[in-house]
């Protein structure tokens, strides 16, 4: 059984660049770059009728996002790579008062839970390894995340995707780095041996991944160390979201792949 494309929107669910020093009209350009890509992908084979996106704080809103699609089925993919407060309490928050017309809305699990993000990961690494001369298996990868005192969420991603890196073997070491708990990159970056690759682990080229990290990366003073960039703007990132969603839809009755679903 399959879910009609026809009858059936997508809405990407991201936080919303609010810092950096992008010009205004530039800030969101990955994730709108993402919906456009998806909106050719999956409207070719016919399994979405409209894509859009809608920012928790941005333009449009989740509300102006979700009152611009027309379908009765809506499908949330929440472009974030934590399943913390964002993800589970604010997004389904703001998806009930905006679901004035009780249409049809089923959350999948974010980004950071995306069984195709280990690999994509782990390519993205390595291309950053090889774009500056490094042997991506003779580098150690730092996974640099936003972490929080008071949510674990942010710290249990970046440890789940540690330990899939890991079980890989692509590379010399795998660890975590946390901008807001320890530990830090300085710290987590004490000791390696061999070239080190910097991957943030943000959704977007806000203020954290655009500036933060580059700055942390650039102040280890280590010719051997490279920020890779932010995943959530890899160039894989759309035919990852494509291919989850292309099977959330021909698998409608399976838990996989969902968080919630609203009537």
């Known amino acids: 059984m399959t879910i009609s494309g026809n009858h059936t929107a997508l809405l990407i669910a991201a936080h919303g660049e609010r810092g950096g020093e992008r010009p205004a009209g ?5 994730t709108f770059r993402i919906a456009r890509s998806l909106s050719a992908n ?28 027309t379908a009765p089925s809506i499908i949330v993919y929440p472009l974030f790579v934590a399943n913390g407060y964002f993800t589970r309490d604010r997004l389904a928050q ?29 390519s993205f690494a390595a291309e950053a390894a090889r774009q ?22 942010s710290r249990k991603s970046t440890e789940q995707m540690e330990h899939a890196l890991e079980a890989n073997g692509n590379f010399r070491s795998v660890r975590g780095a946390f901008l807001e708990e320890s530990p830090s990159l300085h710290t987590a970056a004490e000791g390696i ?3 080190i690759i910097v991957v943030g682990m943000f959704s977007g080229e806000g ?16 010719d051997d ?39």
């Open 26 to 30: 530039a800030k969101n350009e990955a």
């Open 42 to 69: 999956l409207s070719n084979p016919g399994l979405m009728s409209e894509v859009a996106v809608g920012f928790i704080r941005g333009e449009p809103s989740i509300k102006e996002a979700l009152g611009s699609l």
């Open 94 to 122: 703001l998806l009930e008062e905006a679901n004035g017309e009780g249409r049809k809305v089923r959350v999948m699990a974010p980004l950071g839970l995306d069984p195709g993000l280990p690999d994509l990961v782990t």
């Open 132 to 153: 500056h001369a490094f042997e991506p298996s003779a580098c150690n990868v730092i996974l640099l995340a936003h972490g929080s005192k008071k949510n674990p969420a």
């Open 193 to 195: 041996q061999g070239p």
């Open 207 to 222: 203020l954290h991944g655009a500036k933060d990290a580059p700055r942390l990366v650039s102040g280890l003073l280590r």
């Open 225 to 263: 160390a490279a920020f890779a960039g932010v995943i959530g703007t890899a160039a894989g990132v759309a035919d990852l979201i494509a291919r989850s969603v292309e099977n959330a839809l021909q698998a409608p009755g399976s838990a996989a792949g969902w968080v919630s679903a609203a009537p």
